[in-house]
T-cell receptor, first 115, second 110 residues
Framework: DAGVTQSPTHLIKTRGQQVTLRCSPK?????VSWYQQALGQGPQFIFQ???????QRGNFPDRFSGHQFPNYSSELNVNALLLGDSALYLC??????????????FGQGTRLTVV | DAKTTQPTSMDCAEGRAANLPCNHS???????VYWYRQIHSQGPQYIIH???NNETNEMASLIITEDRKSSTLILPHATLRDTAVYYC???????????FGQGTTLQVKP
């Protein structure tokens, strides 16, 4: 089992550009969430996708958008990049079981640097 | 905002048990306590979670007080590789959202 895989591992972009990050969930998982982690801070929830729809959203502007594909993989898109968007972007996957909470598994993240 | 309070940092001697406390006084009846750790900018690693009973797995034990307002993560025999930031999170899996605080930086020393 490959676990949660993210690509690319590192990325450098210029202010104003757009970026797309990709995530493949752990086998058997159908729900994907994205987090942003600034240096020295805990991860912050961006949004969650289930059945190809955004189900929950954190306090992030509309410049952050996403997509989930029929195979449960997901993309995070960020438009009009700002210097403050520089961070580690984490993808987490899980599946929900009736009657009990299940753990989320995280990928290794994509390190985005905006210059 | 995070619903948990943790000490900023702790030290532990290698081979000894590491006991990491967490306060979650506003926890709701259907919310679980999750523990994750993060080693130097890698993705967070799941450790353990529980609702009200104590839990144990191959990595750690989770002790939840009877009133569920606090818990302790126990690493029974800490090694240098256990040096990491440990996050205590309260939430319901049904919402899918994990709210991370600042965590506890555990330094295991030889």
């Amino acid at each position: 089992d490959a676990g949660v895989t993210q690509s690319p591992t590192h990325l450098i972009k210029t202010r104003g550009q757009q970026v797309t990050l990709r995530c493949s969930p752990k086998s058997g998982h159908d729900t994907v969430s994205w987090y942003q982690q600034a240096l020295g801070q805990g991860p912050q929830f961006i949004f969650q996708y289930y059945e190809e729809e955004e189900r929950q959203r954190g306090n992030f502007p509309d410049r952050f958008s996403g997509h989930q594909f029929p195979n449960y993989s997901s993309e995070l898109n960020v438009n009009a990049l700002l210097l403050g968007d520089s961070a580690l972007y984490l993808c987490a996957s899980r599946t929900f079981l009736l009657g009990r909470d299940t753990e989320a598994f995280f990928g290794q993240g994509t390190r985005l640097t905006v210059v | 905002d995070a619903k948990t309070t943790q000490p900023t940092s702790m030290d532990c001697a290698e081979g000894r048990a590491a006991n990491l406390p967490c306060n979650h006084s506003t926890i709701s009846g259907n919310e679980y306590v999750y523990w994750y750790r993060q080693i130097h900018s890698q993705g967070p690693q799941y450790i353990i979670h529980g609702l009200k009973n104590n839990e144990t797995n191959e990595m750690a034990s989770l002790i939840i007080t009877e009133d569920r307002k606090s818990s302790t993560l126990i690493l029974p025999h800490a090694t240098l590789r256990d040096t990491a930031v440990y996050y205590c999170i309260v939430g319901s899996g049904n919402t899918g959202k994990l709210i991370f605080g600042q965590g506890t930086t555990l330094q295991v020393k030889p």
